[in-house]
Structure formats: C-alpha cells, structure tokens
C-alpha cells in the first residue's frame, strides 16, 4: 500500500556506467517529480511531468532523462555516471501540478560512483 | 529571485526546550510556504503548511510577510523530534517546490 515506491533503494556503480532508477506512484496523481539531495543535505528539483509532459526541467546535465511512460510512473536514466551524481535523488508525485498541491515523497534512491 | 533561506544548520536543544527553527524567503508574489520532516533514512514528509494553519506534533509555524519569515515552533521539544526539517516555497508555476538547505534538529535527553 505504498503510495510512492522507488527502485533500487540502493544503487552502487561504477563511473561511466547507465543506470536507471524507477519510481511508480499509485494515489492517481498526474504530476511526479525528481528531487536530488547532495551530500549537504541540500535538496533541488531536477524534473516534473504533468499526465506524461515535462513541465519542469531544471539545468540538469543531459546525462539526465527522463521518461514516463504513464502517468503512475516517471522513471529516471543517468548515462556515462560521474562521482559528482552521488546522491540521494527523491521521487515525489502531487494531484495537480499548478494548483499548490502537497507533494509526497518516495523514500529515495541512494546512488553511490565509485 | 526565489530563495529560502535556513540559517542554522544544526541547533541542538535539550528535552523539554523550546524550538525554534527558522526560515526566511524571498518571492515577489504571495508565498505558499511548507515545513517538510525527514527523520532519519526516512523520506521527506509534509510536516505542515501556511495555508491549512494547523499545529502538527506540536509544531506551528506562522507567515510574516513583513520579516519574510516562516519560523518553525514547538513549546518543548521531545527526541522523537530529532530530524532534518526542511522549510520550502511553493514558486514558479507548476507546483515548483524550492527548498531551504535544511536545518538538523538533535534534541538530548
């Protein structure tokens, strides 16, 4: 009964590597959102999709893409890995994108480049 | 520019003390402001917001629009309150959460 999941909960890598994380939310939202928290703690949106269209897109490098192929889920793929991509990243999905909606959080991905 | 703006990164209290935690923002509009809770390896949770005007474990919060201030509040801290809150603007269009550095609260025994 999960509301927003995220897979892997833990994801260690090489540098150079593609990797994806998943993340799937069943409170029939129609905007998700990526959140990445750095090692400070500091946490900074990086994507939104509203019913399968992007609607934000912070300056993220183009390694980043993102994909939702339905609007329960917004998955997000990080080619040739960095170390500086080590983080937290946060998945979140609220009911309406423009109307102040409370966001709720999955419970993040850890992502580790060795 | 938008900005939230934490000033402590860590304040550590003792049981039974009062909290404070602050918070400062800058958004020419009419600001939606949240606090936001992540206890450890947890995942963020809606603590409360501005707009609804309840008092959430305790904790209340009250806009100021002339001192641009959304501080965080609790009469007498518990360790169970031990986490990192994070204070958040609702800016830009499109539900567009802009968030504070965060503050780490440890409450002793």
């Known amino acids: 009964d999960t509301a927003v999941s995220q897979t892997p909960k833990y994801l260690v890598t090489q540098m150079g590597n593609d990797k994806s994380i998943k993340c799937e939310q069943n409170l029939g939202h129609d905007t998700m959102y990526w959140y990445k928290q750095d090692s400070k703690k500091f946490l900074k949106i990086m994507f939104s999709?509203?019913?399968?269209?992007?609607?934000i897109n912070e300056t993220v490098p183009n390694r980043f893409s993102p994909k939702s192929p339905d609007k329960a889920h917004l998955n997000l793929h990080i080619n040739s890995l960095e170390l500086g991509d080590s983080a937290v990243y946060f998945c979140?999905?609220?009911?309406?994108?423009?109307?102040?909606?409370?966001?709720?959080f999955g419970p993040g991905t850890r992502l580790l480049v060795l | 520019a938008q900005r939230v703006t934490q000033p402590e990164k860590l304040l550590s209290v003792f049981k039974g003390a009062p909290v404070e935690l602050k918070c400062n923002y800058s958004?020419?509009?009419?600001?939606?402001l949240f606090w936001y809770v992540q206890y450890s390896r947890q995942r963020l949770q809606l603590l409360l917001r501005h707009i609804s005007r309840e008092s959430i474990k305790g904790f209340t919060a009250d806009l100021n629009k002339g001192e641009t201030s959304f501080h965080l509040k609790k009469p007498f801290a518990q360790e169970e309150d031990s986490a990192m809150y994070y204070c958040a603007l609702l800016g830009g269009g499109y539900n567009k959460l802009i968030f504070g550095a965060g503050t780490r609260l440890a409450v002793h025994p």
């Open positions: 958004y020419s509009g009419s600001p939606e």
């Open positions: 979140a999905s609220s009911q309406e994108s423009y109307f102040q909606e409370t966001q709720y």
């Open positions: 999709y509203n019913n399968k269209e992007l609607i």
